[in-house]
């Protein structure tokens, strides 16, 4: 446990849970440089990352009390916006588990993964606006991508909350399941996605990741070194004599 995040090695996974209850997980600083420092780690291991928060909420936004007191060039330094970035980047897949309140920067922090799973008290939006400010750290750009312009805009000019099956129906929620079978479906997820090559996994990712104007460039490119590799001459030589065998 360090800056209010509890990282916990699972076998298949790593399993970060924002834990500052008492505030409803809301992201300070000391947060952000804790996610900083699992993302560090995480870019060299390579492992699955599965977030969440304690106490029945994902997290409540970026910390208003800190946010108050930020100026012009905190705001150019993206001290919540790079962290995201860092996290939507991590070589493997990042699953988060939804429960409760995910507001904010807990929102934005949710449409950084790439995989959500809710609970059926999830509450996901953006209040920036109420607040003053916009949505910076990824909401306008990425919350477009997952549900639509439509949506999004509903979301983020007219404070609109979803609720858990709102965010099923919107695509925003892969899954909605109570949080202790909600984590385990993560854990399983985990599981399913370490049995595959983990090479290919990156490369995907990698791919998913990419603007338009890089496809198909980008995907010709990370096939060529996976059709090099052993491990897919190791795989498919597997499923081809597992076939003859029959
Ligand atoms: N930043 C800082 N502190 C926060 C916070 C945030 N985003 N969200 C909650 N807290 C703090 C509250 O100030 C309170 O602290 P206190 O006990 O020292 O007074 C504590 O967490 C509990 O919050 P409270 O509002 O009493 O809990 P609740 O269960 O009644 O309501 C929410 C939960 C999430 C609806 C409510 O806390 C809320 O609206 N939070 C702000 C959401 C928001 O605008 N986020 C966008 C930020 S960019």
New binding site residues.
């Given amino acids: 446990m360090s800056g209010g995040l509890r990282v916990e090695e699972r076998e298949r996974f790593v399993l970060a849970t924002l834990d500052r209850p008492?505030?409803?997980n809301?992201i300070d600083q000391e947060l952000i440089d804790a996610l900083h420092r699992l993302c560090a780690r995480l870019e060299v291991e390579r492992r699955t990352l599965v977030i969440t928060g304690s106490g029945g909420?994902f997290a409540?936004?970026?910390?208003?009390?800190q946010?108050r007191e930020r100026r012009a060039t905190d705001a150019l330094a993206g001290i919540n916006t790079r962290c995201f970035q860092r996290i939507r980047a991590l070589p493997m897949p990042v699953i988060a588990v939804l429960d409760g309140?995910a507001?904010?920067?807990?929102a934005e922090l949710a449409y950084a993964a790439d995989i959500r799973i809710g609970t059926p008290s999830l509450k996901i939006g953006n209040?920036?606006t109420?607040?003053g400010?916009i949505a910076a750290a990824g909401a306008t750009w990425r919350l477009k991508e997952i549900v639509g312009e439509a949506l999004a805009s509903e979301v983020l000019l007219a404070g609109r909350v979803l609720g858990a099956d709102e965010a099923l129906a919107a695509g925003l929620v892969s899954d909605v399941l109570e949080p202790e079978a909600a984590l385990a479906r993560a854990a399983e997820l985990a599981d399913r996605i370490a049995a595959l090559d983990p090479a290919a996994t990156q490369a995907t990712k990698r791919a998913l990741l990419a603007p338009a104007s890089a496809h198909p460039e980008i995907d010709l490119a990370e096939q060529a070194v996976l059709f090099e590799s052993p491990e897919k001459h190791r795989r498919m030589t597997a499923f081809l004599e597992r076939k003859a065998t029959r």
Avoid at 103 to 106: P, V
């Fill in positions: 008492e505030k409803r809301a909420t409540a936004g970026a910390d208003i009390a946010l309140y507001l904010g920067g807990g209040p920036e109420g607040l400010i």
